[in-house]
């Protein structure tokens, strides 16, 4: 749903421009850095984007899905690492509180996550834990008027920098109903970060591990003040936040495209630019054809989102498709510019890399499938 076109225009164009003249020239020092400038983190506050899905009321830009996915779409065609700085704000570390959280839990975090001061994070994966979501073993032990959590979370997306976590932990027995949702300051007792994960790409972007030894929280703490609810908190935020990482995937094909264009322009090999040969065409109009069918199965998705419809299915579907399309774009890109895709003076080098994380994380390509054979088969 679109509520002001024009509003929506003038704010995609503000991304966009944002997106030309500030992050694509940043990305190679990103790359260099392992981390992104913080005048553009400043630069991003300013914006509103870390407040892009927090309602109006909480100080956010209350975008609906339809817009959001709109201005993850421009977003996605930097390096996906300046997205991730405001991925946790917007999608899983502040949609708990959103769809599940209790009034005085959304008046405390969200004004101070949609200006960006506090940074959120979602704390669900574990060591021996998953895909299977609802096995997690961080434990939180009902003691006097809080909880003492015990347990360690692996590879949780902007833990070194967030100030609030949405902890997944297990207050009863077995299985989902076991699963409580707790949100945990990152100045708690008892809460501590490992060492930072060296990863394949997404340089700029920080996971490493939370662990908690005997790390009190009050009652208060609880998302929604109910036990035994987190599984079902995380998979809410879970369907949203599919959605918008396809938008992102599309975004990212977008680029690789017109990476691929570009290159295939200017690089003249038997006497003409590549681009008129044949075999690079097919491999060109391959990238733009998934590209626009991704990029439309997100909008459709969003739009049923906001009209209520149940869209589990088809959030992911649209992960499915898209992070598998930009996988494929991107190896496309790769291959038209030949051995220049290979070194790091080309921005289609490290997408490559990048975009590898979109089929594994916020659940793999194979839950995705999953998922969508479990709901055609409960119709
Ligand atoms: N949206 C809303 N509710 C959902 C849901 C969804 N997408 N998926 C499950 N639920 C609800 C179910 O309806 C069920 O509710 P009831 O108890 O009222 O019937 C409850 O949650 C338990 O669901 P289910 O029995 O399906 O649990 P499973 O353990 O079988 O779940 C999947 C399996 C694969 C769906 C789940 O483990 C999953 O999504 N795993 C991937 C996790 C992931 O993305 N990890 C990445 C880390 S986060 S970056």
């Given at each position: 749903m679109i509520r002001d076109p024009d509003l929506l225009d003038a704010l995609t164009d503000t991304v966009r421009r944002f997106v030309r003249e500030r992050l694509l020239p940043a990305e190679a020092r990103v790359e260099d850095e392992n981390a992104i400038p913080p005048e553009i983190i400043d630069e991003m506050r300013a914006l509103g984007l870390f407040g892009m899905s927090i309602p109006e009321e909480f100080g956010g830009l209350g975008l609906t899905m339809e817009e959001e996915v709109t201005v993850a779409l421009e977003l996605g065609y930097a390096s996906p690492a300046f997205r991730s700085v405001i991925?946790?704000?917007?999608?899983?570390?502040?949609?708990?509180?959103?769809?599940?959280?209790?009034?005085?839990?959304?008046?405390?975090?969200?004004?101070?996550?949609?200006?960006?001061?506090?940074?959120?994070?979602?704390?669900?994966?574990?060591?021996?834990?998953?895909?299977?979501?609802?096995?997690?073993?961080?434990?939180?032990?009902?003691?006097?008027?809080?909880?003492?959590?015990?347990?360690?979370?692996?590879?949780?997306?902007?833990?070194?920098?967030?100030?609030?976590?949405?902890?997944?932990?297990?207050?009863?027995?077995?299985?989902?109903?076991?699963?409580?949702?707790?949100?945990?300051?990152?100045?708690?007792?008892?809460?501590?970060?490992?060492?930072?994960?060296?990863?394949?790409?997404?340089?700029?972007?920080?996971?490493?591990?939370?662990?908690?030894?005997?790390?009190r929280v009050p009652a208060d703490a609880v998302i929604g003040g109910i036990e035994g609810q987190g599984f079902k908190t995380a998979m809410k935020v879970l369907n949203r936040g599919r959605l918008h990482i396809a938008a992102v995937c599309a975004g990212a094909a977008q680029r690789l495209c017109d990476e691929s264009v570009a290159f295939a322009r200017d690089r003249v090999q038997f006497g003409k630019p590549i681009?008129?040969?044949?075999?690079?065409?097919?491999?060109?109009?391959?990238?733009?054809?998934?590209?626009?069918?991704?990029?439309?199965?997100?909008?459709?998705?969003?739009?049923?989102?906001?009209?209520?419809?149940?869209?589990?299915?088809?959030?992911?579907?649209?992960?499915?498709?898209?992070?598998?399309?930009?996988?494929?774009?991107?190896?496309?890109?790769?291959?038209?510019?030949?051995?220049?895709?290979?070194?790091?003076?080309?921005?289609?080098?490290?997408?490559?890399?990048?975009?590898?994380?979109?089929?594994?994380?916020?659940?793999?390509?194979?839950?995705?499938?999953?998922i969508i054979a479990r709901e055609m088969m409960n119709g």
């Amino acid at each position: 749903m679109i509520r002001d076109p024009d509003l929506l225009d003038a704010l995609t164009d503000t991304v966009r421009r944002f997106v030309r003249e500030r992050l694509l020239p940043a990305e190679a020092r990103v790359e260099d850095e392992n981390a992104i400038p913080p005048e553009i983190i400043d630069e991003m506050r300013a914006l509103g984007l870390f407040g892009m899905s927090i309602p109006e009321e909480f100080g956010g830009l209350g975008l609906t899905m339809e817009e959001e996915v709109t201005v993850a779409l421009e977003l996605g065609y930097a390096s996906p690492a300046f997205r991730s700085v405001i991925g946790t704000n917007n999608g899983i570390g502040s949609q708990g509180i959103i769809v599940d959280g209790t009034p005085a839990q959304k008046a405390y975090w969200l004004p101070k996550m949609a200006r960006g001061d506090v940074i959120g994070s979602f704390a669900l994966t574990e060591p021996d834990v998953g895909s299977d979501a609802a096995s997690v073993r961080t434990t939180a032990a009902l003691d006097g008027d809080g909880y003492i959590l015990n347990g360690t979370k692996r590879y949780i997306t902007n833990a070194p920098v967030a100030d609030v976590f949405t902890v997944m932990a297990r207050t009863g027995g077995e299985g989902p109903a076991g699963v409580t949702a707790f949100l945990v300051p990152a100045t708690s007792p008892g809460l501590s970060l490992g060492a930072i994960d060296k990863k394949m790409g997404q340089r700029g972007t920080r996971t490493c591990d939370v662990i908690f030894d005997n790390c009190r929280v009050p009652a208060d703490a609880v998302i929604g003040g109910i036990e035994g609810q987190g599984f079902k908190t995380a998979m809410k935020v879970l369907n949203r936040g599919r959605l918008h990482i396809a938008a992102v995937c599309a975004g990212a094909a977008q680029r690789l495209c017109d990476e691929s264009v570009a290159f295939a322009r200017d690089r003249v090999q038997f006497g003409k630019p590549i681009g008129e040969h044949q075999l690079v065409q097919a491999m060109l109009a391959d990238s733009a054809t998934e590209t626009f069918a991704g990029r439309s199965m997100v909008m459709e998705a969003a739009r049923r989102f906001d009209r209520g419809d149940r869209i589990i299915q088809q959030a992911a579907s649209a992960k499915l498709f898209c992070s598998e399309m930009v996988g494929r774009v991107a190896d496309r890109a790769v291959q038209i510019h030949g051995g220049a895709g290979y070194m790091q003076d080309y921005a289609v080098e490290h997408f490559y890399r990048d975009v590898r994380l979109f089929r594994l994380y916020e659940g793999t390509s194979q839950i995705q499938q999953i998922i969508i054979a479990r709901e055609m088969m409960n119709g």
